[in-house]
């Protein structure tokens, strides 16, 4: 037996346990540290353990002896519990531990501070509160837009700033719907019974029948406007009703001038067979239960058949055959639709023609020859007034006799259409394009039209969706086709021939299948959903992979973060073709 002089004291032991217990969780730990990033220091860890165990265990046990001598001091608890301290310094010293580089680390996080820092700032100077209504939704919810924001005059954060480049592919943002539609909104005029001093009373009629009840806002001021003897330039956003803004006056001059032993005639001046069809259709509306004649057939006005129709409707060549069989001063009124896609380049020999045969109100061209038809109104009709179509209407018609009627809203994005826009590469176009035609096809009755960018793209999107099951109508494969007869298809496919006045009345989306490579193709795409009279909420959905594409929809999308008109409307793409042509 071992004397009580030899027999540990109760510190040593107490100690002495806590070591073992301390190697145990050590032990245990190292099975299951955090730092063991790749799974291999586990058993490196167990046998640095053992060794440093082993060799504190012999460094105890050489001063066991002298911590009994000084048991009667009373200091072997201290030299033990300095040496448990010192063991528990050298394995945290010894212990392998991965970690990432300190000055690195707390270079990131300043960083991050930083630019959050700034957003908080930027939210105080230019942001509303989330809580505002969302108008522009994007992927990366950084760049959402709600109402009231402001930006600061330089640096302004577009969502597809950078869409040129592929890594932003399947990137989009959404205009979201924010108002009615506007052609309607602060007129006084509220219905087109208030209007019967202003037209002929059937013509009133007949546009109620039709279920007109109030005019739209650029309608009530053409009415206004017709009275004058002025040309009027009517120019008012796509779908606002600019055909009966100068249909039903034009046809009240008519039947005024029959009723007081005067006759004339009109020529309407169109831009496609297409429409052709469809303004005849709103002419013949507006003429039932009266003796006003509406002709659209070349064949119709012949020399023998020209006393039976009062106002002629056609394509510019048709109109200027038409011309060569009239007598002088016969017509008083030439309405130039479309304005302007018809003083393009693209027409400029038919138009010098058909306008040579014209002596045009108030010019000073005082021409006397028996070929000129004298003292004709112009009337031009347009989607569009930029600043260089005005200077190509003042060289048809003198300046200062020239009215213009246009409604606030013009060259503004609609504000009552849905438009999205996705960033996408060329070989994913047609799968994208086959899920939105099956969400449309799933609904009832409405039509979708695919906008292509030439009639190749439209022959390979049409027969790449017939593979896959779906049936398309290309637009200007049938001859003299009218809304009646486009209206049988759900999926309509077109080049822009058909973004120009074509009015569907089922058509509830619009798919830019290629991005137009002109802001004024967009605009009149776009116009063909969102109609007045339209029962559906519509929507514009664009793919965009080029680079010039992408210019396009930066300049959409800073309109309408702004909430301004869109900037450098085009109007003579013929000519900017020609000398893009000339410079490459």
């Known amino acids: 037996m071992m004397s009580a002089s030899n027999t540990p004291s109760v510190p040593f032991l107490r100690a002495l346990r806590l070591l073992r217990s301390y190697y145990r969780r050590g032990h245990n730990a190292s099975q299951h540290s955090a730092s063991d990033t790749f799974g291999t220091l586990d058993s490196l860890g167990i046998d640095m353990l053992s060794n440093v165990v082993k060799q504190e265990r012999r460094i105890i046990a050489e001063e066991r002896d002298l911590a009994w001598h000084l048991n009667k001091d009373g200091k072997d608890a201290d ?32 960083k991050l501070k930083k630019e959050k820092a700034a957003r908080e700032q930027y939210e105080v100077s230019y942001g509303p509160s989330t809580h505002s209504k969302l108008l522009i939704d994007c992927a990366r919810k950084q760049y959402n837009h709600y109402e009231g924001m402001r ?64 005019p739209t806002i650029i309608q009530a001021r053409a009415l206004s406007a017709f009275k004058s003897m002025e040309h009027l330039f009517i120019a008012a956003e796509t779908g606002s009703g600019k055909t009966l803004a100068y249909a039903a006056p034009l046809v009240s001059e008519i039947l005024k001038s029959a009723s007081g032993g005067r006759c004339f005639k009109a020529v309407v001046l169109v831009l496609s067979n297409e429409l052709r069809i469809q303004t005849k259709k709103v002419f013949d ?71 040579a045969r014209l002596r045009i109100r108030f010019s000073e061209n005082d021409l006397k020859s028996s070929d000129v038809m004298g003292d004709v109104r112009v009337v031009f009709a347009s989607a569009t007034c930029p600043p260089e179509l005005q200077e190509l209407a003042e060289g048809i018609v003198p300046a200062p006799h020239i009215y213009y009627v246009q409604t606030n809203n013009l060259h503004a994005l609609m504000s009552h259409v849905e438009q999205k826009f996705i960033r996408v590469r060329e070989r994913d176009k047609v799968d994208k394009l086959q899920q939105i035609l099956r969400i449309q096809l799933a609904k009832p009755d409405v039509q979708t039209l695919v906008f292509c960018k030439d009639k190749r793209t439209v022959q390979f999107v049409s027969a790449s969706l017939a593979s896959r099951g779906i049936e398309t ?10 809304v009646e007869h486009i209206a049988r298809f759900r999926i309509l ?92």
């Open 473 to 482: 109508f290309k637009i200007g494969d049938a001859p003299n086709e009218g």
């Open 285 to 355: 509306d507006l003429v039932r239960r009266t003796n006003v004649r509406i002709c659209s057939d070349r064949d119709k006005s012949t020399d023998s058949n020209k006393q039976e129709w009062d106002v002629f409707i056609g394509t510019a060549g048709m109109v200027r055959d038409v011309m060569c069989r009239l007598t002088p001063s016969e017509v008083k009124y030439l309405i130039i639709d479309e304005a302007d896609m018809l003083l393009d380049d693209s027409f400029v020999d038919v138009m010098s023609d058909l306008l």
């Open 493 to 584: 496919v077109a080049t822009d021939r058909a973004s120009r006045g074509l009015d569907l009345p089922m058509l509830n989306e619009v798919v830019n299948y290629d991005f137009p490579r002109h802001m004024i193709d967009y605009i009149h795409r776009a116009g063909r959903v969102g109609r007045v009279g339209s029962r559906f909420k519509c929507r514009v959905t664009s793919f965009v992979r080029c680079p010039w594409e992408v210019e396009l929809v930066n300049a959409i999308e800073t309109a309408a973060r702004f909430n301004t008109p869109i900037e450098d409307v085009e109007t003579n793409v013929a000519g900017m073709l020609k000398a893009r042509r000339v410079s490459d």
């Open 151 to 214: 930006y600061p005059t330089t640096d302004i954060p577009l969502v597809s700033e950078f869409w040129a480049k592929n890594k932003y592919k399947d990137d989009w943002f959404v205009l979201r719907r924010s108002s009615k539609n506007p052609s309607f909104d602060a007129e006084k005029i509220s219905s087109w019974v208030n209007c019967a001093h202003l037209l002929n009373p059937s013509v009133v009629d007949n546009i109620l029948s039709l279920g007109f009840q109030r």
């Open 79 to 110: 030299i033990l519990g300095k040496r448990l301290l010192r063991f528990e310094r050298e394995q945290q010293i010894r212990k392998p531990v991965i970690s990432e580089p300190v000055k690195w680390l707390a270079k990131k996080f300043e």
